[in-house]
């Protein structure tokens, strides 16, 4: 039997239900089986969401004129990429939990939108490569034990009350350090030094 002939019309001694070899994919969702030696032109059910490939086993219904393939069998190759694929949205809802584990993780969007009540992460290590970050809220708390922070430009503006405690300051700058404001106090304990080549006061 030649398995390039053409599709024919379908016999009514066709079994309901077959178990077949998928030969093609057609490019119009449709899916080229191979049911006891002979080619048919089948149609995916909405509900076969598993992509078939080439040799995997598939079951396949007949509903009138129509065949349907309703879900893969056997996969020909388990160890290739299995794809999960539908016609338009596709929503996954749990009335408890969903829960997806996995040794890697890969999610790819042109845009993608998180709405979370309240989230925790734990892990690692986290790394991200943004052109632009933008960050909304009314409280922020961050607590490390080493921080390092540079960049070419920061601007830092608080409308209100800045404080700063720590054990030791220091802050150097190449060029040029200006404090001004209505009022500047400067007081210290034991000591107040100011050194420089030249010194103006007033």
Request: glycine share 6%; net charge neutral; hydrophobic share 35%.
């Amino acid at each position: 039997m030649n398995h390039a002939e053409k599709t024919v019309a379908i016999p009514l001694d066709l079994p309901l239900q077959a178990e077949g070899q998928v030969l093609a994919l057609d490019t119009d969702y449709g899916v080229q089986v191979l049911i006891d030696g002979r080619r048919w032109h089948c149609q995916r059910a909405a509900s076969c969401l598993l992509s078939p490939q080439v040799d995997d086993r598939v079951l396949v219904s007949r509903a009138g004129e129509q065949l349907w393939l309703l879900a893969v069998l056997v996969r020909a190759q388990p160890e290739q990429t299995a794809e999960l694929h539908c016609e338009g949205k596709l929503t996954l809802s749990s009335s408890q939990s969903l829960s997806l584990r996995s040794p890697q993780f890969q999610l790819e969007a042109e845009h993608g939108d998180c709405q979370v009540t309240e989230m925790s992460y734990r892990g690692e290590k986290v790394s991200a490569w943004v052109t632009l970050s933008r960050v909304f809220g009314k409280r922020c708390e961050s607590l490390w034990e080493s921080l390092s922070q540079i960049s070419h430009h920061l601007l830092r503006r608080t409308t209100h009350t800045e404080q700063v405690r720590a054990g030791q300051l220091d802050i150097k700058t190449s060029q040029l350090t200006r404090l001004h404001a209505p009022t500047t106090l400067i007081s210290s304990e034991s000591l107040t030094r100011v050194d420089g080549k030249q010194i103006h006061m007033g």
